[in-house]
């Protein structure tokens, strides 16, 4: 009898060591908890940290950018965005990448200066198990995330096909460049002598103007003193062309050419022509949105494409107020 007590003792303690386990076990597993799990058994947290390394907030651009990530985080409770802003200075954004990654952000978003200069820190950051979305301007390889941009050889090739149309295919161009050595200034110069291939279409005068208006400014006074005969004008991005435009208008020039740039920001280059000061704008997007709509699958574990293309749109005299044409 004694026997038998002990016996149905021990199966009573084990039965409740097994159901305290249970309890423990099914209480790992409750949503919304600090131990939750997210999509593919990442660890789901209250708040998460995004690091932003912003090239520099010189350019309109990159502010609208700062602007539209900021917009689509601060819709969800749950993300911080610290950002920082480089000042055009590779070292910095360098400095910044690596005070993200000492910190322990949970992702990295990057609108990289320059290629080279930034694909180490950006390999340390994924060896420090940091996703990372790059921005606009790739960088060396493929270690990283996921990238977010639009074409920029098929926006250049548009450029250029468009001016070509224009000027019926003849006639003398100044190319003001982008910064040469980020991956969209040589993309942008690559597909623009795509688009006037075969043409009669002259580049008369080329400049690298870094992506700042008062440089393009200055190469472009450099022109105009150059050559008396000038039909258009391409710059890379929007303040480029604005920056010839009042060159040219100094000079008493500016209806004498055309002024084609990129950008197509509503408050600048739209602007610009619906104002009659460029001619024509291609629209290339920031991805700001689009940045934290990946990085919040990112953070649920979830799959994202390697590379995430953006559309762009071109705004002309003939398409401006239609909010402009998409480019096909």
């Keep these: 009898m004694r026997f038998q007590n002990h016996r149905l003792h021990l199966l009573f303690t084990i039965g409740m060591l097994g159901s305290g386990l249970l309890i423990i ?24 940290t995004i690091g932003m390394s912003q090239c520099n907030l ?4 990159r502010v609208e950018m700062n602007a539209e990530i900021k917009a689509a985080a601060d ?10 802003d480089a000042q055009n200075d590779t070292l910095k954004q360098r400095a910044h990448v690596e005070e993200f990654v000492s910190a322990g952000v949970d992702l990295l978003i990057i609108s990289p200066k320059e290629a080279q200069p930034l694909t180490e820190p950006v390999d340390k950051a994924m060896d420090a198990h940091i996703p990372v979305i790059v921005l606009d301007r790739s960088l060396l390889g493929d270690k990283f995330t996921c990238f977010i941009g639009a074409d ?6 548009a450029a250029g096909e468009w001016i070509a149309k224009k000027l019926g295919a003849k006639g003398k161009v100044v190319e003001l460049k982008g910064l040469m050595t980020s991956t969209p200034g040589g993309d942008r110069n690559r597909g623009f002598r795509e688009g006037i291939a ?14 700042l208006e008062p440089d393009a400014r200055k190469e472009m006074e450099s022109a105009l003193a150059r050559f008396p005969k000038i039909d258009c004008v391409y710059a890379h991005n929007d303040p480029g062309a604005h920056g010839a435009y009042l060159a040219a208008q100094a000079a ?29 704008t291609f629209q290339y997007p920031t991805g700001g949105a689009e ?38």
């Design 25 to 48: 076990g099914c209480s790992k597993s409750e949503p919304g908890g600090q131990t939750a799990r997210g999509g593919g058994g990442k660890e789901a947290k209250a708040v998460y």
């Design 58 to 61: 010189g350019e309109p651009w």
């Design 75 to 84: 819709k969800h409770p749950n993300l911080k965005v610290i950002f920082k």
């Design 152 to 157: 920029n050889v098929k926006i250049g090739r």
């Design 198 to 211: 075969g043409s009669n279409i002259e580049v008369i005068f080329e400049a690298d103007m870094k992506w």
């Design 252 to 280: 008493g020039r500016e209806k004498e050419m055309f002024f084609v740039g990129i950008d197509a920001l509503p408050q600048e280059g739209v602007a610009y022509v619906k104002q009659g000061i460029l001619d024509a």
């Design 291 to 328: 940045a934290i709509e990946t990085a919040l699958k990112i953070l649920k574990g979830e799959p994202v494409p390697k590379t995430i293309t953006l559309g762009s749109r071109v705004f002309d005299k003939e398409s401006v107020a239609a909010g402009g044409r998409e480019l096909k």
